[in-house]
DNA sequence: TGACGTCAAGATCCG
DNA sequence: CGGATCTTGACGTCA
């Protein structure tokens, strides 16, 4: 019963992914980004352990113009060694790692090229799981395809492809209900024909349902009898829509009033969320289901958290900080509840400004004459109109990286909105 | 031909 | 000059 998120991270200082524009692929620019993007991996890796995270999604973008012409570095050799040393920390972090090729990746396309190129393209994602040495319990998971018109000789095509497919291939790949094309039982039907173990979306169900009616528990109970042994757990993919936005955007964060009563019904089902907020949400889910309640956790979450909670809801800073003096409770969903309700806050003027006081406080006795001068001219241009919010705070960070407070460095204060 | 989705590169604007 | 903001690229399908 594990908990994972998607392949970024948010709120940490330099771990990003870099890539470049086709006609700048060189082979020495794709060696750097390459040798880049495995220490990125290697810091997410390093953070899911510190944060007991079991389950993550490698990114695509880990090699750029991976399964391209373009790129014809033999990376697995080339940084076997990095490969080999991050695989191991995967391992010994008892991480679950998967990959999940983007809408693009067609195996039922009518143009042969485009089927070419997925095939091309699976072929990369094994070999990142292979080179890394994972288990055959770290999947590919798939989209079925296009439909052009005519779906059963589209399900054809893509059973005709799937049987041609490498065998480093087929023992990783399962396949995903869609939202515009493929119902969770037309897919679990390829997998009849397959054998390939089916991912249930509870999104994508809601937004094109199978003819035949079931909730969520129904149709998880359905895809759970396609997955064998040697697969590993069942998964799944947990998101919520975004209420603002249109068709299957994912939320900002988990809900974790919806959540928790979803995950409840399950049993042994590992949980992939699609969640803007990564990480974040990760966490939030695992510390509100865990058994070892420590409120530590808490504690250092509130940390991450508290001047976003001050600059828009000095009421909700206050309610948590009373919520987090018994340090023998463990008050998870209700520290979480009221995150969510304080972040979700418009800040006035008046909060943002208390924001930046409280968090120049930390350096107001080492700062030059002329910087705090700058401060409170920015505060006051802020005041009157002529200075936005995110200029304020991007000197503020400029300060705390200068006076390397630390506490301030970690948190979330500079990097969420 | 543009929208779709996703991310960061690359270009351009601005003070 | 550096920082902020806008546009482009890479992929395939479908209207």
Redesign the pocket.
């Known amino acids: 019963m594990s908990i994972g998120y998607a392949?970024?991270i948010v709120g940490l200082r330099d771990v990003?992914?870099?890539?470049?524009?086709?006609?700048?692929a060189s082979e020495t620019r794709l060696i750097e980004l390459i040798g880049h993007n495995l220490l990125t991996l290697e810091k997410m890796i390093d953070y899911n352990i510190t944060n007991q995270i079991q389950m993550f999604r490698i990114t695509s973008d880990l090699i750029p113009f991976g399964s391209?012409p373009v790129n014809q570095i033999d990376w697995p050799i080339v940084f076997k060694s990095d490969f080999n040393r991050i695989g191991e920390k995967i391992r010994s972090g008892l991480i679950r790692v998967s990959m999940h090729p983007?809408q693009?990746t067609?195996l039922n396309?009518?143009?042969d090229s485009?089927v070419d190129?997925a095939i091309q393209d699976l072929v990369y994602h094994a070999k990142i799981l292979d080179a890394l040495n994972t288990d055959p319990s770290s999947k590919i998971i798939l989209h079925v395809?296009?439909?052009?018109g005519d779906k059963p000789a589209a399900i054809d095509r893509f059973v005709t492809t799937y049987v041609r497919l490498p065998d480093e291939v087929k023992r990783r790949l399962v396949i995903e209900n869609d939202d515009r094309?493929y119902t969770i039982e037309d897919v679990l039907a390829v997998s009849k024909r397959t054998g390939a173990p089916v991912v249930y979306d509870n999104l994508h169900n809601l937004l094109l349902p199978s003819e035949q009616e079931g909730d969520d528990l129904f149709w998880i109970g359905e895809a759970k009898k396609t997955w064998k042994e040697i697969d590993g757990n069942q998964k799944i993919h947990y998101s919520q829509q975004d209420p603002a936005k249109?068709?299957?955007?994912?939320s900002q964060s988990i809900q974790i009033e919806k959540f928790l009563p979803f995950y409840q019904l399950l049993d042994h089902v590992d949980v992939m969320l699609e969640v803007k907020d990564k990480n974040l949400s990760a966490i939030k889910c695992i510390n509100c289901t865990r058994s070892d309640h420590k409120i530590k956790l808490l504690e250092n979450e509130w940390s991450l958290y508290k001047y976003n909670v001050l600059e828009r809801d000095p009421s909700g800073y206050q309610k948590i900080r009373v919520l987090l003096k018994d340090k023998d409770q463990y008050p998870a969903l209700d520290f979480y509840r009221i995150l969510e309700k304080s972040l979700a806050k418009t800040p006035t003027i008046g909060t943002m400004i208390n924001g930046f006081q409280h968090v120049f406080g930390y350096f107001k006795n080492q700062v030059s004459e002329s910087e705090r001068a700058l401060f409170f001219k920015k505060t006051d241009g802020y005041q009157t109109g002529s200075e936005t919010a995110?200029?304020v705070k991007?000197y503020l960070e400029k300060l705390a990286l200068k006076y390397q407070e630390e506490y301030l460095l970690k948190s979330y204060y500079f990097i969420l909105n």
Request: proline share 0%; net charge positive; hydrophobic share 20%.
């Open positions: 392949c970024l990003e992914y870099k890539t470049c524009r086709m006609d700048n391209s983007g693009y067609v396309s009518l143009d485009v190129r395809g296009g439909i052009y094309s249109q068709n299957g955007s994912h995110g200029s991007k």
